[in-house]
């Protein structure tokens, strides 16, 4: 693997940090006096808030350059972290300027430097701000526990941030000592303009490049009682350039400026040609509905996204470790494998609950496969349980684990489990690939 695409996340992370205090640096060029440190305290934190509200807009916007190389789950992390700090840094801020002084004019000080705003017009945009963001926040950490459908959350989340990035804007230029600095006006309306512009990009181009480039339902098959395969079809263009184990924003039915989509891996092969195939289970509303997708259903895609790939990989074995639903990437990479001639060993892992959620059982027996079922029947000769660090022990080498890549999808409870004691056994970190993904 590539010294560069090891470096991403760091790349990621500090081009992040210069973003977000460039502001500061900015404010603290062009400002007057200074004021005491518990003031200038203040005022840095509703500045970071604010440039950290700002970039919440590019981290969440399925930016293929940004998330492309790092892995989508990456920024989304990113994302979820930053904005709990901008929410500590925002509600810290009015609290700070404890016992600054306030007001009309003061003798010592003319051109109102040291002092803060009291005009109503100006704070109130902030204190609404100040009420909307922890209920963003905090409506995104428990919109399972709350039962929200994902496209209601997702209409109210980019309504919300949407809101409270004017809201921020209004009172950071009108409020702010610093904000108030005619530069300093044009950089925070032109962030803003960014921020906005990126949520229209993605509300609105992005449909709109969809609509182009429809995909037609081939076909809709049972794979087991509750999951199923869906496979479409280009209408009109050549298709998806994408790698094996990638992902898609499927949306099936809808028009393409609806909210209805949903993320899934592809589970077919580049190598196969342009159709795609995805191996989809019962879980919300969308995929309770699979089973009356009707052939010649129109579909949208918005992708690939993810970092899930072996291409330009050269290790000697390839370790695929699933979970369920968690095959499906697994299985695009293994079919590609397979297509395009390469000869290297490949371990199989496949974990399920029963037996009847086994997929794709006549295809994956002809590899070296280990079937791992957590209530087995009675007639079971395969592994049982859960696939934990006692199993990996027990399929894999010491060599093994030293030059091989390990590639895992599936329940965050069993990456974290895996890719612990991966470590453990001296597997190098760049070849522990996984992708996992909360969306608040």
């Known amino acids: 693997m590539k010294q560069t695409e090891r470096m991403k996340p760091l790349f990621l992370i500090v081009g992040y940090l210069v973003v977000v205090t460039l502001p500061l640096a900015l404010s603290w060029w062009v400002g007057g006096p200074p004021r005491q440190f518990q003031q ?20 969440s916007g399925r930016f293929k350059a940004i998330s492309n190389g790092v892995g989508l789950d990456v920024t989304m992390r990113l994302h979820q972290i930053m ?31 040291l002092t803060i705003t009291t005009d109503f017009s ?35 989340h980019g309504i919300g941030a949407l809101l409270i990035a004017v809201l921020l804007l209004h009172h950071t230029v009108n409020a702010g000592r610093y904000g108030s600095q005619p530069v300093m006006s044009w950089v925070w309306l032109a962030m803003t303009g960014l921020a906005v512009g990126s949520l229209l990009c993605v509300y609105i181009l992005v449909p709109l490049l969809q609509k ?18 869906v496979t479409v079809k280009p209408n009109g263009h050549s298709g998806l350039d994408y790698k094996a184990g990638q992902f898609v924003w499927l949306n099936v039915g809808n028009s393409p400026f609806s909210l209805k989509e949903n993320p899934f891996s592809i589970c077919s092969a580049p190598a196969a040609g342009p159709e795609l195939s995805f191996m989809i289970k019962e879980l919300g509303d969308f995929t309770r509905t699979i089973r009356q997708i009707k052939t010649g259903t129109v579909a949208y ?21 699933a979970g369920g639903v968690g095959l499906a990437p697994l299985l695009g990479i293994l079919r590609q494998m397979r297509l395009t001639g390469d000869s290297r060993e490949v371990k199989v892992i496949y974990g399920n609950r029963i037996i009847d959620q086994i997929a794709y059982r006549e295809e994956l027996d002809t590899e070296d496969v280990f079937y791992v079922l957590q209530e087995p029947p009675e007639t079971w000769h395969g592994e049982t349980g859960f696939v ?15 030059e091989w890549v390990f590639v895992m999808c599936g329940p965050a409870i069993m990456m974290d489990i895996v890719e612990d004691h991966l470590t453990e056994r001296g597997t190098p970190s760049h070849r522990i690939l996984s992708e996992r993904f909360s969306y608040d």
Do not use: C
Request: proline residues 7%; hydrophobic residues 50%; charged residues 15%.
């Open 212 to 229: 182009a480039r429809p995909w037609r339902v081939t076909s809709v098959a049972r794979l087991t009682p509750k999951q199923w395969e």
């Open 388 to 402: 934990d660090a006692a199993l990996i022990d027990r399929v894999f080498t010491e060599k093994e684990f030293s």
């Open 301 to 321: 895609l918005d992708g690939p996204y993810g970092n899930l790939s072996l291409e330009g990989r050269t290790e000697p074995g390839v370790a695929l470790i």
């Open 40 to 59: 200038e305290l203040a005022s840095g934190m509703g500045i970071l808030a604010f440039s950290m509200v700002l970039m919440e807009f590019i981290l």
């Open 83 to 113: 904005a709990r700090t901008a929410l500590v840094f925002a509600l810290l801020h009015p609290f700070l300027y404890q016992g600054t002084p306030s007001g009309g004019p003061r003798p010592w000080d003319p051109t109102h430097v």
């Open 122 to 156: 100006a704070l109130s945009t902030g204190i609404a701000a100040y009420l909307l963001l922890p209920s963003l926040v905090l409506l995104a950490i428990g919109r399972a526990q709350l039962n929200f459908r994902y496209e209601t959350w997702r209409l109210l």
